[in-house]
Nanobody, 118 residues
Framework: VQLQASGGGLVQAGGSLRLSCAASGSIFSFVHMGWYRQAPGKQRELVASISSGAGTNYADSVKGRFTISRDNAKNTVDLQMDSLKPEDTAIYYC?????????????WGQGTLVTVSS
């Protein structure tokens, strides 16, 4: 399975961007899909995730501003980012998780850069 992330770019504070992650195959097998980000000098952190049952989880820093969604027919997971702040600047990575016989397997996209100017 390959994940292709797109939609990053440069935006002013208060603006919006929509990230999209397209999987090469069906996303039905993924128990979770989500977006992580890594800012310069910082560890990678979870931004938002969505389960196969469409349950969502958000980092406190993005609650109320970001919305994650998945389209099983299109094999995509999107992240709508509104009211962007300079501290949202990071490389955003798409992630997908499967499990098999109790083991967890993570798949990662190539990352897309989001830059928010003040």
């Amino acid at each position: 399975v390959q994940l292709q992330a797109s939609g990053g770019g440069l935006v002013q504070a208060g603006g919006s961007l929509r990230l999209s992650c397209a999987a090469s195959g069906s996303i039905f097998s993924f128990v979770h899909m989500g977006w992580y980000r890594q800012a310069p000098g910082k560890q990678r952190e979870l931004v938002a995730s969505i389960s196969s049952g469409a349950g969502t989880n958000y980092a406190d820093s993005v609650k109320g501003r970001f919305t994650i969604s998945r389209d099983n027919a299109k094999n995509t997971v999107d992240l709508q980012m509104d009211s962007l702040k300079p501290e949202d600047t990071a490389i955003y990575y798409c992630n997908a998780v499967t499990t098999w016989l109790g083991a967890r397997y993570d798949y990662w996209g190539q990352g897309t850069l989001v830059t928010v100017s003040s």
